[in-house]
């Protein structure tokens, strides 16, 4: 596909994205399933700069050449109040897609965070300034601004296919790409998991065993697990 520049993006449904922001990342991904849960978590590499911080928006993508990040202030000057900036050089650590003055901006425009798939810099400043930001990367490198690039196309950002208008979630634990066909299926899924885990912290509490909560005996089993009364050493030595 030859650079383009699309100024809007599919919504996803309002509602589902802010149910989506209430959960921990790990529900919503055990909720996609084994196979499109995997697709859809970055690495743990993408790490944020400031503990504590829960978003959930759509996602507003910019492609970005190595060491340029003309795209970044096109995706800045498109994105809508509540989206979320997906920012991707191929993870080059050669020019800082992001830093203050572009997070300044964003604050004050209501953009709900910043995911980039590259490095960031100012990150004191950033800090300070309380802005939702994940990077796979820091460094100060200057960033030329010519180009070429897109914005609003399909991206992969830390080995993660996002489209526009896809759902980020991201928490401490890490980033979440849903896209919008399975949006319902893990809101869904992360709110049966959360009440369930309710119930089970309240009968730890009571005294329950984990193990038997959740029927680790039959998993071990299954698993065809032997298990003997008897230290290491007693079946190294073959005592009876």
């Known amino acids: 596909m030859n650079p383009i520049i699309c ?13 989506a922001a209430k959960y921990a990342i790990a529900d ?19 790490r944020p700069l400031l503990d504590g911080r829960r978003v959930s928006g759509a996602a507003v993508t910019s492609h970005n050449f190595p060491g340029d990040n003309l795209m970044i202030h096109v995706a800045l000057k498109v994105a809508e109040r509540g989206q979320i900036l997906v920012l991707a050089n191929g993870g080059s650590s050669q020019g800082a897609l992001w830093g203050d003055v572009a997070c300044t901006f964003a604050a004050k425009k209501g953009i709900a965070g910043v995911i980039a798939d590259g490095s960031v810099r100012d990150v004191e400043a950033l800090r300070r300034m309380k802005f939702p930001v994940w990077s796979t990367s820091i460094s100060p490198s200057h960033p030329e601004k010519r180009g070429p690039g ?9 080995g993660v296919l996002v489209e526009p208008g896809d759902v980020i979630v991201a928490d401490d634990d890490g980033v979440l790409v849903i896209p919008q066909a399975h949006l319902t299926r893990a809101v869904e899924g992360a709110r049966v998991r959360a009440a369930k885990e309710v119930a089970i912290r309240a009968r730890i509490e009571a005294g329950e065993s984990l193990f038997e909560i959740l029927n680790m005996e039959a998993a071990v089993g299954a698993a065809g697990i032997e298990q003997i009364d008897k230290t290491w050493l007693e079946v190294k030595s073959g005592k009876s």
């Open 7 to 19: 100024t809007r993006i599919p919504l996803p449904d309002p509602a589902l994205v802010a149910e």
């Open 28 to 46: 919503l991904h055990e909720s996609l399933g084994a196979v499109q849960g995997r697709m859809a978590l970055m690495s743990p590499r993408m």
């Open 150 to 158: 897109s914005v609003n196309v399909p991206i992969v950002a830390d």
